[in-house]
């Protein structure tokens, strides 16, 4: 089947942010986000990575500054309007589901966005086949478990075909077999051209699957750029918990000249360093 292709740019401009009880989130946080690229957001708990991401589809309107989703600004959107735009992942997925079975949980988003029929049927076999679900259709998502519920979540998500799509700690409590179908899917998306932006603590799914990493502290952007920039700078990530991954640490100590972020780039830096190894 055909998907959208929409090239939308995210904006966020001097935004802040402040909660109702005080506590200052976001400081003039300015950055862009170009339609297909694949964006990790990194940082301790705290650092503001969730109240950022949940500004670009509406669930939190900015204290000063403004975000810009293509040509709409957030805060003169519903945020009905703005999930067309943007699809959100929550991180636990028992905050997302609600419908009476598997089939009925993917297909309401995108029957929502106004789709019918054989089209709207195509987007729900596609997302359940991207996130193995096909075969699961009328379980009741809690007959399933978590790691399962989650694949549901992200699959209501995907059947909206958004053009920007945001995942919060996608891997947290998956095991081995979910992380690569969730990398999938990642690796899918960008095919498409989806922008894709996600929160994580999991360094090693960020380094080996997101091609640029937002590092951020006490609500402002510490590090932007590539992730093998951002991940060789080690004593700046150490100041908000974060560690390089295990490979581009290893790689460290060995003395390669350039960090090192997935297991091809290991061997292929280790056979330069060790000629015939």
Known sequence: MAFARQ??????????????????????VSLSIQSGERVAIIGQNGSGKTTLVRHF???????????????????AQSVAKLAARVGYVFQNPDDQLFCRNVQEEVAFGPANLGLAGECL???V????????????????????????????ALASILAMDTPIVVFDEPTTG???????????IVEELGRRGKTVITIT???????????RVIAMKEGRILLDGSTRRVLAQEELLATTYVEPPQLARLGRRLGFPETVCTQDEFFEAYRSWRPGA
């Open 201 to 211: 603590h999991d360094i090693d799914f960020c380094a080996e699957n997101f091609s």
């Open 125 to 152: 076999r596609d997302a359940l086949k991207l996130t193995g679900l096909a075969g699961k259709e009328g379980i009741n998502h809690y007959d399933l478990s978590a790691t399962w519920r989650k694949m549901v």
């Open 57 to 75: 589809n509406g669930l939190l309107r900015p204290t000063r500054g403004r975000v810009l989703v293509g040509d709409w600004d957030t805060a």
């Open 7 to 28: 090239d939308v740019r995210l904006e966020v401009e001097q935004l802040s942010f402040t909660y109702p009880a005080g506590v200052e989130a976001l400081r003039e």
């Open 121 to 123: 049927q195509e987007r």
């Open 174 to 184: 998956q095991d081995a077999a979910s992380v690569e179908r969730i990398a999938n």
